[in-house]
């Protein structure tokens, strides 16, 4: 039988993070010894105060449909947690929970683009954002960087990429997969760059709690009115409080903005899950001191791995300010990011992600969401299979 498909959906590639993943676990299913470096999740558990809340959830009969932005109570919380870390005032009506963080991106480009409509993704880039802009029917617009500047976009570069289609700038910060964070004064400068040009940010700040060395995050929407007025932040439950299964984010934005997007979301998934929703609350309410220890752990392996790659003959890799990926830059290997990790886990049996998912064919994304042993035990593998191709 000869299905007709969608232009819309022929033009996507499955997401080849969840593909590697899944390849990677079923090989461990086999009994196979594999190290996993793909995965882009916290490895620690839910905190319990969290779980116990979804629980007596359930138990008290919390599973209805709920209003479809979100319950009141989470909304508060959202709001709440942006005055408190943030500075920013956003009324519980601006902020749409929604069933993962990318659920939210999703709806924030579905409600701002367009057919004939550009939207500026720097690349390295989280693999979803072009094909959820090429779902839109609009025109991703890819801006290369490289380790030479850690990863990020300079203003010049914005600046020359903006055009009267422009609707859109996708800011990632700390980044996933590169582990870069814009320092305050690198995100005013493309902030202003919006601002002026009038062209909307989505700024996905889901790693915010994720910056080491003492950096600090910034959210593009804090520098003035303006800024704010063009801004979309995305955020969500996942990364923070290791609710990936969760399928819990959240968005704040503009008044008409969440408006729009309330209605596309009571067409498309109705509430996200109603239990789920009471952990959010408690999540974001509750004790934050889970994240020192998972802040202390991360930063021992990142350090670990970060020297580990730079011994390797022919690797080289910058050191990451946030989340928890390193992206080495193993160019000098002579193969591709597919062929290197195909055969990375053919013969090593290591699951690392190529740079080619994530726009940049140079380099390969590591997670270090694993424990110390399985990073010392993957990396040991790495350096053997770089050395055979040296
Ligand atoms: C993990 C992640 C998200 C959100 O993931 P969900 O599981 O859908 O909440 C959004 N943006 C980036 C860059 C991410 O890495």
């Not at 700038?169 to 980044?175: E, V």
């Not at 974001?284 to 791995?305: I, V």
Request: aromatic share 8%; net charge neutral.
């Amino acid at each position: 039988m000869q299905y007709k498909i969608s232009h819309r959906a022929s033009c996507l590639s499955p997401s080849l993070t969840l593909a590697i993943d899944s390849k990677a676990k079923q090989m461990k299913a086999e009994g196979l010894d594999v190290v996993g470096f793909g995965a882009g999740e916290p490895d620690f558990d839910t905190p319990q105060h969290i779980k116990d809340a979804a629980i007596k959830a359930i138990a008290d009969g919390f599973t209805k449909y709920t209003p479809s932005s979100g319950i009141p109570e989470l909304r508060q919380a959202i709001a709440d947690k942006f005055k408190r870390d943030n500075g920013l005032t956003y009324k519980p009506s601006q902020v749409i929970v929604s069933c993962g963080g990318k659920h939210s991106c999703y709806n924030v480009i579905l409600a701002t683009c367009e057919e004939g409509d550009e939207v500026i993704i720097p690349a390295p880039y989280w693999l979803s954002y072009p094909e959820m802009v090429k779902l839109a029917s609009a025109t991703p617009v890819i801006l290369n960087t490289s380790d030479k500047t850690e990863f990020k976009v300079t203003p010049d570069q914005l600046r020359t990429a903006i055009t009267p289609r422009t609707r859109l700038f996708i800011l990632n910060s700390p980044s996933n997969p590169t582990g870069s964070l814009y320092s305050r004064e690198e995100i005013q400068a493309l902030g202003d760059i919006c601002v002026e040009k009038g062209v909307l940010i989505m700024s996905d700040e889901i790693y915010e709690k994720l910056v080491y060395d003492g950096a600090a995050h910034t959210s593009v929407a804090a520098f003035s009115q303006s800024h704010y007025d063009h801004t979309i932040i995305v955020h969500g439950m996942a990364k923070a409080y290791s609710m990936t299964g969760w399928r819990l984010g959240y968005l704040a934005a503009p008044e008409p903005i969440a408006k729009v997007i309330d209605a596309i979301q009571s067409h498309s998934t109705s509430n996200p899950t109603s239990f789920a929703q009471k952990g959010g609350v408690a999540a974001l309410n509750g004790p934050q001191d889970h994240l020192q220890t998972w802040l202390a752990e991360y930063t021992k392996r990142r350090s670990y791995a970060h020297q580990r790659l730079n011994s390797i003959p022919g690797v080289s890799c910058v050191n990451a300010k946030g989340a928890f990926y390193l992206f080495p830059n193993i160019s000098r290997l002579g193969l591709s990011s597919s062929d290197f990790c195909a055969r990375l886990l053919e013969q090593e049996k290591v699951a690392a992600v190529p740079g080619v998912a994530f726009g940049a064919d140079e380099y390969l994304r590591i997670s270090y969401a694993t424990s110390m042993a399985n990073i010392e035990k993957g990396l040991d593998r790495i350096e053997r299979f770089a050395k055979t191709l040296t």
